[in-house]
């Protein structure tokens, strides 16, 4: 994981990935890295990783510079995390542990969270839209 981090910091420091536009591919190149390496960690790097993108304001959703949509974090335990503001539409959150995690603003808009905890989530949901 810490390759990845030095690897994305050069390419905010280096690349202008946080100036990039959607279509450059920095962008690409930073969504490719970040699938890969969330699809290797454990539940408790995840959960650190994700804390690094939502604090270097990489997802948030006013300018996601990262897109994570289509991610498969199911299962993973995301409890206490801080997602406040971000864009999480269209992942895939089943069976997730939630539980006291801030969502306050969050664009959930077509996740998956069939199953997942949510106990003392904060759930001031910026987006959130539900098939039945």
Same mark, same amino acid.
């Given at each position: ?12 420091? #280096? ?39 939502? #604090? !270097? ?31 999480? !539409? ?10 006291? !995690? ?28 539900? #098939?039945?």
């Amino acid at each position: 994981m810490q390759t990845y981090i030095d690897s994305l910091s050069k390419l905010l420091l #280096e690349s202008g990935l946080r100036d990039s536009k959607q279509e450059d591919e920095v962008r690409k190149v930073a969504r490719v890295k970040t699938l890969t390496v969330l699809s290797r960690l454990d539940d408790k790097r995840k959960r650190i990783l994700l804390q690094f993108l939502h #604090e !270097a304001t990489l997802i948030s959703q006013d300018n996601p510079i990262i897109d994570l949509q289509g991610i498969d974090l199911s299962g993973s335990d995301l409890s206490g995390s801080n997602l406040s503001g971000d864009k999480l !539409a269209d992942t895939n959150l089943s069976g997730a542990k939630l539980n006291k !995690a801030c969502l306050m603003g969050t664009n959930l808009a077509f996740a998956n969270l069939s199953g997942a905890e949510m106990r003392e989530a904060l759930l001031l949901v910026g987006q959130l839209t539900i #098939e039945l």
